[in-house]
């Protein structure tokens, strides 16, 4: 068996077809065939339009409220469309209601948005029926500030972003500082609300996606307050709020059913295909994959470094895929990156100190969302002469990896993947071809 010439390409066309086989409409329409007609349709999260055109497909006319990032145009939102039109690319009918909101950190348009959506369900009759369809991304996209302010959550967010806390984490404390999330969407309303769910989050935890509107938390506030303590964060106004008595998040919503319909482990299992198709032999290491970028590259090339010296757990030709969210602690100064381009840069250097090096290497490490933290790029792609290259123009990746500055190094390079937003919201992707 041999393995196909041109690996990049190889990489990068298992991406792209990924995208499209676990694309959220494919995903979605499944689960539509056996529903009923709902009273309204509410789509949030960074795959909010291509999931309302699918419902709208099976449901034309249905009243609909879609609550999308805000940002470049893509094919999942435009920066300046008017509310009530449809994003670039996309063929949203008139009557659907279109909400543009910020992500990572909310601002008043996500206040305005989650403001609206709670009115839109709460204005449904008992009896009615509500279809949710929540995507990754939703817990900035809905943002109504319960016990602190709009300000003091956006800070607290960007402290959790840079701590290193894990997506469960975050969303436990956002889940307690909202008027939205933890079930408290699917609680303003009379009507029986049914969402069906993208994953984007380790182990598909309804709770955690998007922070959880429309499901009951298992959560509670001395949960965020441990956080908060885990990772030193003072948060004075947020502490005040979660030891004052206030009303908790409700654990049980007698009204609510829902159902995860696509999966990080989704997005593997097409880009596998693909590079099975295509004569070389594919292990998934898994989708739940955790932890610093570092330290999660430093794994993957000790699995590396086994398939070279032991042929475990198969010989070259192979692809080894994994995914999973990693996260980075960033430190004062920090440059531009993301977890995926960070990953990328740290496999480079653990790679770099070994004997055979690059040697018969191409890999690519990317966010399906197509923006890798505050980095404009998906991620980014590891050649045989990656470290040679980076030489020759003076680069340091050490010293890169040190400033969390992955996406400059990359760039200079020419070696990051630009797609634009996605529409998508399935994790991490990292794959790694030996030859």
Same mark, same amino acid.
Do not use: C, M, W, Y
């Given at each position: 068996m041999t393995a196909p010439p041109d690996l990049r390409a190889l990489l990068r066309g298992a991406f792209l077809h990924a995208l499209e086989a676990a694309s959220p409409a494919r995903l979605l329409e499944p689960a539509l065939r056996d529903q009923p007609a709902p009273d309204l349709i509410l789509a949030v999260g960074k795959a909010s339009v291509p999931m309302a055109g699918a419902a709208?497909?099976?449901? $034309?006319g249905v009243p609909t409220l879609v609550v999308t990032p805000r940002g470049p145009a893509s094919h999942a939102a435009a920066s300046h469309a008017p509310t009530g039109h449809a994003p670039a690319g996309q063929a949203l009918p008139a009557h659907a209601e279109v909400l543009f909101a910020p992500h990572p950190v909310p601002d008043a348009a996500s206040e305005h948005a989650a403001r609206r959506a709670l009115a839109r369900l709460g204005a449904l009759r008992a009896g009615g029926r509500a279809l949710v369809l929540i995507s990754g991304g939703g817990s /900035?996209?809905?943002?109504? $500030?319960? =016990?602190?302010t709009l300000a003091q959550k956006q800070a607290l967010t960007r402290d959790l972003l840079g701590s290193g806390a894990d997506i469960h984490e975050i969303n +436990?404390?956002?889940?307690?500082?909202?008027?939205?999330?933890?079930?408290?969407?699917?609680?303003?309303?009379?009507? &029986?609300?049914? !969402?069906?769910?993208?994953?984007?989050? #380790? =182990?598909?935890?309804p709770a955690v996606i998007a922070s959880g509107p429309t499901v009951p938390d298992p959560t509670?506030? *001395?949960?965020?307050?441990? #956080?908060?303590?885990? &990772?030193?964060?003072? /948060?004075?106004?947020?502490? /005040?709020?979660?030891? !004052?008595? *206030?009303?908790? +998040?409700? =654990?049980?919503l007698p009204n609510a059913t829902w159902q995860i319909i696509g999966s990080n482990r989704t997005f593997l299992e097409a880009a596998r295909a693909f590079i099975e198709a295509r004569g070389l032999r594919t292990v998934i290491l898994g989708d739940t994959f955790t932890g610093e970028a570092r330290s999660l590259a430093a794994f993957h090339a000790s699995v590396l470094h086994s398939i070279r010296t032991h042929g475990t757990p198969l010989t070259p030709p192979v692809a080894v895929l994994s995914g999973g969210e990693a996260t980075v602690t960033l430190t004062p100064g920090a440059g531009r990156g993301g977890r995926n381009l960070e990953f990328a840069l740290a496999l480079l250097t653990e790679l770099g100190e070994t004997g055979p090096g690059l040697r018969g290497l191409h890999a690519l490490s990317a966010g399906t969302d197509g923006q890798d933290g505050s980095s404009p790029a998906a991620g980014a792609f590891l050649t045989p002469d990656s470290l040679t290259? /980076?030489?020759?123009?003076?680069?340091? $990746? &050490?010293? @890169?990896?040190?400033?969390?500055? !992955? &996406? +400059? @190094?990359?760039? *200079?390079l020419g070696d990051t993947l630009? +797609? =634009?937003?996605?529409?998508h919201n399935l994790n991490d992707f990292r794959a790694v071809v030996l030859t």
């Open positions: 709208l497909n099976a449901f $034309p /900035a996209l809905l943002s109504l $500030p319960r =016990g602190v +436990t404390v956002r889940r307690h500082l909202s008027g939205v999330k933890g079930g408290q969407l699917a609680a303003a309303t009379r009507a &029986h609300v049914h !969402s069906l769910i993208l994953s984007d989050v #380790v =182990g598909d935890v509670t506030h *001395a949960d965020a307050v441990a #956080v908060l303590d885990r &990772h030193g964060l003072p /948060a004075p106004e947020a502490r /005040a709020h979660l030891r !004052s008595g *206030a009303p908790d +998040t409700p =654990g049980d290259r /980076a030489g020759h123009l003076g680069l340091d $990746p &050490h010293e @890169f990896l040190r400033r969390h500055d !992955s &996406h +400059t @190094f990359f760039e *200079a630009h +797609t =634009g937003l996605t529409g």
